[in-house]
């Protein structure tokens, strides 16, 4: 009766993990990696698109990002982009490309990049915590209803707490980890 209910759970909360995980990977390093440019959408004929859609991005060494667009004309419109997304960086045209080089961390900047990663940990913990009151509300409807007895309602609601302590696991070992990418960069 209840398994419909532990399985939807289960996939929100790990559709909150998951959004985390491309958060974390927006988040820069020292190294370039073409997921630095994710979030960024470009003004291209009065659309906003993702960068990825008009444009390759490459990482033909390892503190520099090349982006190639299909349309030379967006070239200012990417770069323009690639200023305003506040990422700390500074794209540099050259001809058909735009080379974006990866600035070394400073301390401080990494500090602030530890604080925002920990920001995003808390609010997929919030979300997951939600996710499991409205379970948790679901089942007490349902007792009170007479669906499910007492009993299975403390059941329901013991594994409901045992699938968010898993994700919150998750969530604390991906921000640990990024943290210490961070920092050791």
Avoid: C
């Avoid at 291209?44 to 960068?51: A, D, E, I, S």
């Avoid at 045209?93 to 961390?105: D, T």
């Avoid at 604080?115 to 996710?131: A, F, M, P, Q, S």
């Amino acid at each position: 009766m209840l398994e419909k209910l532990y399985k939807d759970t289960q996939e929100r909360m790990q559709k909150g993990v998951e959004i985390l995980v491309t958060e974390l990977s927006r988040i820069r390093t020292s190294r370039a990696h073409p997921a630095l440019l994710d979030g960024i959408k470009v003004n291209y004929y009065n659309t906003f698109v993702p960068l990825k859609q008009i444009a390759s991005i490459a990482t033909p060494e390892p503190k520099l990002l090349l982006v190639q667009p299909w349309d030379k004309s967006a070239i200012p419109e990417i770069e323009k982009a690639i200023r305003k997304a506040e990422l700390g960086l500074n794209p540099q045209v050259e001809a058909n490309v735009i080379r974006i080089p990866i600035p070394p961390l400073t301390e401080e900047r990494r500090k602030e990049l530890v604080k925002l990663v920990l920001r995003l940990g808390e609010e997929t913990k919030v979300t997951i915590r939600n996710i499991r009151r409205d379970a948790n509300d679901e089942i007490k409807k349902k007792e009170k209803n007479k669906e499910i007895s007492e009993d299975d309602s403390k059941i329901g609601m013991k594994r409901i707490q045992e699938i968010t302590d898993e994700m919150i696991k998750s969530v604390e070992e991906l921000v640990k980890k990024k943290e210490k990418e961070i920092l050791e960069t």
